[in-house]
């Protein structure tokens, strides 16, 4: 009751006392001064909620007020915005351009959240959650935060593709657009224009995800079925895609092979040919594509490997099948679904991939990097860019939803997980040959890019003039003896110190909101789960420029006007890598034994103390991880981002790729090397830390370190 | 006085599963009652649904006279012992013991003192330091004993609180669980699927089959008068014949049985075709063929057992008996023919279902 009496109390001080809008008035001054009649019912929807709370319980009413209290806020919102009314029909309604407001601020803010405490404790009291007020405002909370900041601006998308430029309704060239030539278009095979970019970005995901596959399965075999040193090997695989910015590989590939390169210039001075553009293409995303994310399908397929229990190998061995009837009657059968998973996923990291395209595309185009020039191009077509992504996403999106049926339904990883005693079949000559073909010029490869990134910048310019040279670090990272001081004079300085900021400040909300969603996954039974748990994953098929997209079509104008704001970075950095922590979260509390929890519920502790003071000691490798991953995700972040920066908040990747898309590459490898390092070196330290005093050692809790496995795939 | 448990016409289905069907029953303040019944009878679902870690589909649940069949688990007057103890494995035994007072609301001083208290009572003073991790399984069990009762619940809910112990170890600490209870007089509910604990430990023992209560009432009776021959069967070893009841005479029936003709209590069986329950160690061998008042057989199996002997025993060729005798000093060879007496104390009739 005394909770009561506080959280009634909340939405009055948020109104009375809370600056709200650009006149620093509160609302409820505004409302009864009269200025702006329409934030009255706000006030009226608080009556009924307040008599509910302080006179007999009606958690009915009170549900009902707070939810009316909300929508009223919505509807006013989206009626009347900064240029008047927000419907044409409103305006010829009443004949007068209507009323202005500015974006909503903290008051607004402050008296949403409180109302929808009110909700929950509403819903609570009717019994909803076992009647656990903590589990439903969560709830409430995570769903409405995702709704906010996924599924409205997903929405905004579609609603800009049905309008035309100047915000008219225009279905039909609704229509024209999204089934026209650009996009489905077959010319490329009868003649020699190019296809449309639908058919191109599938071409190179289907490509990449196959390459991907086999070269990952190729590893994953070697590095379990022989004695291949394995440790090394997989800590190597698994932290490259975290730390590495997407472009880079691109742009070492540019750097290899591109016209200058310094391959293409060694080639083409021992065989005198003639120097080409061939890598800028398909052949170069490709090529890209299959570098990045082959250490993504090894860490699944490894894990999905891992999942054939020996004594079923060693059955068929007993049973007279050779070592090639038993990898093609067990463990091929086995791995199937593993194999389609891995493909999946790496269809969508393909389709989703925009600054690889960016960089070596050429004139070859995908739906990720056509978005972004129907954006910032000359033609500045935000509807084509929306129907674009609308195209991108239905891809994602199915792909994301076959590869869920597959993994729920057909996996049979750890089947029969206790018999790990036993020693796997060998492996069979052709495939122990076959794979070293297919893994050993991807390993040169990759040693190739990251030396290049490495070591290019340190030299004038790479493959021309190898020249060891300081300069392109001194003019990205000096620091200079001033009037002042020390300074920091280098170009680079600015852009690093804002994406560290603004990563360290998305860091902590990421990781909270990825446990607490994963807490209530786990631990919690309600209606809708399953939706519940497919909203929360999906924002991992949500490509980034996507995303980007529907953030400047959502949150460009009130009710929420948050573009050119650090904080809707920060925003896209946590709905981004939410997906980390739910993993992270699910992964480690699955090791930790259910009956914790009802031990400290019949204890009489209830869930916020249980979660508290019971599952987060337990859940600090999960905490730690999110918190790692988020942070180093969010530096490495570009296709997201690259729409939302502005002049005062620059960040370190789109930095890199506006000075390789001028050609000034000496700096761009240069930034990308220190990114790459800076990052190494927080996963280092943290693992240290986290190695050495692992919370859940005991063997009581069983909660180990999470592995980057966990991450990649649950 | 209200009773300590109360359910009235409980279901809980978990999708197409039904764990408990329409159950009814009522715990008396200050007894020890067991929950026994075969893996899947619904024990545990029992036990949570009082607990409050899952909700009836149907009916309510009274604690102490209250209806608290909404309320969350946190707000509910009872204390669990977890079959894995559940103990915190981040917290000292100490801290595990303070968990529920603190969550109460106890102060830390008062709270370590009682809880200091209750580890001594349970006989692990000096062990408050450790961690769970530090301790032997049964020094586990006895703080997860120790943090529940130090709440003084209004029940006490056990679920196979024993069955990660060894055989010795267990028999000592059921006996300290039923010393503890009456000496604080608490109500406990206690799951087993061990019939020897529940025929030792319990003021009144619950035997559940198919989600269903299959009888209730104490040890004594449930072996005596089984009510069914599931209970029968399940609670000690019974051999189940068919017989006939011949007539009804006050409340004992005459009861026909191959040559025997015996007067037994008849617990509500008509006359007509009924069947009856045969312990083990009621029926009496002597070596050679049979008389006209005893029972023919010959001995199939035998195998020595140290305090006793186990014999089966085919009569007729068809019916197999299950017979214990004391006698290990001139056991009887398979294939011998026996003539089998009965003791009546060890047999009861049943009513046909
Ligand atoms: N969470 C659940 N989801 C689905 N079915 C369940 C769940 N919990 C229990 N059941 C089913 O309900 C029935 C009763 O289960 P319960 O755990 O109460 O059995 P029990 O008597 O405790 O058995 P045991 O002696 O093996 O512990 C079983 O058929 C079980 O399969
Ligand atoms: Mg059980």
């Given at each position: 009751m ?25 609302a409820a ?20 909620a ?14 009902w007020?707070a939810v009316?209290?909300i929508?009223?806020i ?51 009291r009717q ?11 969560a ?8 709704v906010?900041?996924?599924i409205y ?35 490329c095979l009868f ?5 449309g ?16 596959t ?12 022989t ?12 932290v ?36 080409t ?6 052949t ?21 490997l ?26 091929w059968?086995?791995i ?14 393909s ?15 995908v ?5 972004f ?10 509807g ?11 891809f ?15 996996s049979y ?9 036993g020693?796997?079949a ?8 076959l ?20 070591v290019?910048g ?13 300069r392109?670090?001194m003019?990205?990272?000096s620091?200079e ?6 300074f ?5 300085w ?7 900021e ?11 909101i ?25 924002s ?41 922590g739910i ?11 259910r ?42 972040a ?29 700096v761009?490898?240069?930034?990308s ?9 927080i ?13 859940g ?10 592995t ?7 | 006085m ?6 009235q ?15 009814s ?9 067991t929950l ?9 679902t ?17 604690i ?27 917290m000292?035994?100490?801290e ?20 200091t ?18 301790l032997?399984g ?5 703080v ?9 619940p ?20 059921r ?9 604080l007089?608490l ?26 209560i299959?009888q ?45 003709l ?10 007509g ?27 199939a ?18 019916i ?9 000093v001139?056991?009887l ?19 046909r279902?």
């Amino acid at each position: 009751m005394v909770a009561w009496g506080a959280l009634a109390l909340v939405p009055w001080y948020a109104l009375g006392g809370m600056p709200r809008g650009v006149p620093a008035w509160p609302a409820a001054m505004q409302a009864l001064v009269g200025e702006r009649p329409w934030l009255i019912p706000v006030l009226l929807a608080l009556l009924p909620a307040t008599w509910a709370v302080i006179g007999p319980a009606r958690p009915r009413l009170l549900v009902w007020s707070a939810v009316a209290g909300i929508a009223w806020i919505a509807v006013e919102g989206f009626g009347i915005l900064h240029h008047g009314w927000g419907f044409e029909a409103l305006a010829t309604l009443t004949g007068s351009p209507g009323p202005t407001q500015p974006g909503l601020g903290w008051g607004a803010m402050i008296h949403v959240l409180a109302l929808t405490m009110l909700i929950a404790h509403g819903l609570a009291r009717q019994g909803v959650c076992r009647g656990d007020v903590f589990v439903v405002g969560a709830l409430l909370l995570v769903v409405g935060l995702i709704v906010l900041f996924v599924i409205y601006p997903a929405l905004c998308i579609l609603s800009s593709a049905l309008r035309d430029n100047d915000g008219g309704f225009a279905p039909t060239l609704f229509a024209a657009k999204l089934f026209g030539r650009p996009i489905w278009g077959l010319d490329c095979l009868f003649g020699p224009q190019a296809c449309g970019t639908a058919w191109n970005t599938v071409a190179v995901a289907s490509i990449v995800g196959v390459a991907t596959t086999l070269i990952g399965l190729a590893f994953a075999l070697l590095a379990l079925r022989t004695r291949m040193p394995m440790k090394p090997l997989v800590a190597f695989l698994s932290v490259l895609p975290i730390i590495t910015p997407p472009f880079v590989i691109g742009l070492a590939l540019i750097l290899l092979f591109g016209r200058s390169g310094a391959v293409t210039i060694w080639v083409a001075d021992l065989l005198h040919l003639p120097r080409t553009r061939w890598i800028y293409g398909i052949t170069g995303i490709t090529l890209a594509q299959v570098l990045a994310f082959t250490p993504i399908s090894f860490l699944v397929m490894i894990g999905v490997l891992q999942g054939v229990a020996p004594s079923l190998e060693e059955a068929a061995q007993t049973l007279r099948a050779g070592r090639w009837r038993t990898f093609r009657t067990i463990t091929w059968p086995l791995i199937r679904p593993g194999l389609a998973n891995a493909f999946l996923i790496a269809f969508i990291e393909s389709m989703a991939d925009f600054a690889n395209p960016l960089m070596i595309g050429g004139n070859f185009t995908v739906l990720a990097t056509d978005i972004f020039f129907a954006v910032v191009g000359t033609t500045h077509d935000q509807g084509r860019a929306a129907v674009l992504a609308l195209v991108l996403l239905t891809f994602t999106l199915t792909a994301f939803q076959a590869q869920r049926a597959w993994v729920g339904r057909r996996s049979y990883a750890t089947m029969g997980g206790k018999g790990a005693a036993g020693r796997a079949a060998a492996l069979p000559g052709g495939l122990h040959v076959l794979s070293y073909v297919a893994v050993v010029p991807y390993l040169l490869l990759t040693i190739a890019v990251y030396g290049t990134i490495m070591v290019g910048g340190f030299v004038v310019s790479i493959g021309r003039d190898n020249t060891p040279t300081l300069r392109h670090l001194m003019t990205a990272f000096s620091v200079e003896h001033g009037v002042g001081g020390w300074f920091l004079s280098g170009s680079a300085w600015n852009s690093l110190i804002t994406t560290f900021e603004i990563a360290l400040i998305a860091m902590p909300f990421t990781a909270a909101i990825g446990i607490v969603t994963a807490w209530l996954l786990d631990r919690q039974r309600f209606a809708g789960q399953k939706s519940f748990e497919f909203l929360a994953m999906m924002s991992f098929a949500i490509p980034g420029t996507v995303v980007g997209v529907s953030y400047i079509l959502a949150f460009n104008v009130p009710p929420l006007a948050l573009t050119g704001t650090g904080a809707i970075i920060a925003i896209a950095f946590a709905f981004r890598n939410m997906p980390v922590g739910i993993r992270a979260g699910l992964a480690n509390l699955s090791q930790i034994d259910r009956s914790l929890d009802e031990a400290s519920l019949t204890l009489g502790a209830r869930s916020f103390r249980t979660l508290r003071l019971v599952i987060l000691p337990m859940l600090r490798p999960a905490v730690t991880t999110a918190l790692v991953y988020s942070f180093v995700r969010a530096v490495t972040a570009v296709s997201a981002v690259i729409f939302l920066v502005t002049g005062e908040y620059q960040l370190a990747t789109v930095y890199i790729v506006g000075r390789a898309d001028v050609g000034d590459y000496g700096v761009a490898i240069v930034y990308s090397a220190v990114l790459i390092v800076l990052m190494l070196l927080i996963l280092l330290v943290i693992q240290l830390a986290v190695g050495v005093k692992r919370p859940g050692a005991r063997p009581a809790s069983g909660a180990g370190a999470v592995t980057p496995m966990a991450i990649v795939q649950g | 006085m209200p009773h300590a448990v109360e359910f009235q016409g409980v279901t809980k289905r978990y999708g197409a599963v039904t764990a408990l069907d329409a159950i009814s029953l009522q715990i008396e303040r200050g007894t020890l009652v067991t929950l026994l019944g075969p893996s899947g009878c619904g024990k545990t679902t029992v036990l949570r649904l009082i607990a409050g870690l899952e909700q009836p589909n149907q009916g309510r649940i009274l604690i102490g006279g209250e209806d608290v069949t909404l309320r969350a688990a946190s707000e509910r007057n009872i204390s669990m012992v977890f079959q894995s103890y559940a103990l915190f494995p981040h917290m000292t035994v100490l801290e595990n013991v303070c968990y529920g007072l603190r969550a109460g609301g106890v102060k830390k001083p008062r709270a370590i003192e009682m809880a200091t208290d209750k580890l001594a009572q349970v006989g692990l003073a000096g062990y408050e330091g450790r961690l769970p991790s530090e301790l032997s399984g049964g020094q586990q069990q006895r703080v997860a004993v120790a943090r529940a009762i130090v709440l003084e619940p209004e029940v006490l809910l056990f679920d196979e609180p024993l069955s990660n112990l060894d055989a010795k170890l267990r028999r000592r600490v059921r006996e300290e669980i039923r010393d503890l209870q009456q000496s604080l007089s608490l109500t406990a509910l206690y799951v087993t699927h061990d019939q020897q604990e529940a025929l030792a430990i319990s003021d009144r023992i619950l035997v559940m089959n198919m989600a269903r209560i299959a009888q209730d009432g104490t040890p004594r009776r449930l072996y005596e008068q089984p009510a069914s021959h599931f209970v029968a069967d399940f609670i000690g070893d019974a051999n189940i014949v068919p017989v006939e009841i011949v007539r009804l005479d006050g409340a004992t029936a005459e009861v026909r049985l191959g040559p025997f003709l015996l007067t037994l209590p008849h617990h509500g069986a008509e006359p007509g075709p009924a069947e009856l329950a045969i312990r083990p160690q009621a029926l009496i061998l002597a070596a050679g063929p049979a008389d006209g008042k005893s029972l023919s057989g010959r001995i199939a199996r035998a195998a020595y057992l140290g305090s006793h002997m186990e014999y089966w025993v085919s009569v007729a060729g068809e019916i197999d008996l299950f017979v214990v005798s004391p006698d290990v000093v001139s056991p009887l060879p398979p294939g011998a023919e026996v003539a089998m007496t009965l003791a009546p104390a060890g047999v009861a009739v049943i009513r046909r279902q």
